[in-house]
């Protein structure tokens, strides 16, 4: 199956860790996003790579961190500095990015919660 | 950043009629723009896109653009009690998607 993986569906933080997000896509895209979305909001953009060993701040970047070292994935690190984690974290992926009319896909997300 | 704004709603249809969402944005220069539905607790999933002034339908949705008047809208005939959903609006600047908050439509029986 073709398709956007991200793991885990449930994350618990206690305060002062680092966790890490992973995001999976075997659709063979250049691109890749990682939005977050609050309740009643919409997703605002964190990272985005458009080819692998390159990223760029997205909106909200602070707190947050991210690599590309291979075409299919794009972990991301939600560290300590983040003051307010608590969110649903949404991993998609595009064929060129930034192109026209070019689609993005959403992976299902990880929930991840600050105890 | 760019704004898409969106009615929160919920705009609440009986099965059978016709759902109309609306969307403004306030980059003139938006040139690309997305339908997403996201079921609760579930991610976006794309709808449509469009990209030139007027009508674009694909099954029973139907999505209108007008860049004169920078609004984006989306038409739902027929609905569905499967229908029930937020839907975002995006419009592309750039690399990247601006989303508007989304507008919950609950279809009823």
């Known amino acids: 199956d073709g398709g956007i993986t991200q793991s885990p569906k449930y994350l618990f933080r206690k305060e002062g860790q680092n966790v890490t997000l992973s995001c999976e896509q075997n659709?063979?895209?250049?691109?890749m996003y990682w939005y977050r979305q609050d309740p009643g909001q919409g997703l605002r953009l964190i990272y985005y790579s458009q080819i692998v060993n390159d990223f760029q701040k997205g909106d909200i970047a602070e707190g947050y961190s991210v690599s590309r070292e291979k075409k299919e994935s794009f972990p991301l690190t939600v560290t300590s500095a983040q003051k307010n984690p608590t969110a649903f974290y949404l991993c998609?992926?595009?064929?060129?990015?930034?192109?026209?009319?070019?689609?993005?896909?959403f992976g299902p997300g990880t929930r991840l919660t600050v105890l | 950043q760019k704004e898409v704004e969106q009615n929160s709603g919920p705009l609440s249809v009986p099965e059978g009629a016709i759902a109309s969402l609306n969307c403004t944005y306030s980059d003139r220069g938006s040139q690309s723009f997305f339908w997403y539905r996201q079921y609760s607790g579930k991610s976006p999933e794309l709808i449509m896109f469009?990209?030139?002034?007027g009508d674009k339908e694909d099954g029973r949705f139907t999505a209108q653009l007008n860049k004169a008047s920078q609004y984006v809208s989306l038409l739902i005939r027929d609905s569905q009690p499967s229908d029930s959903a937020t839907y975002l609006c995006a419009v592309r600047d750039d690399y990247k998607l601006s989303f508007g908050a989304g507008t919950t439509v609950t279809v009823r029986a």
């Open positions: 659709l063979n895209h250049d691109a």
């Open positions: 469009i990209y030139s002034n």
């Open positions: 998609a992926s595009s064929i060129r990015g930034g192109q026209g009319t070019d689609t993005q896909y």
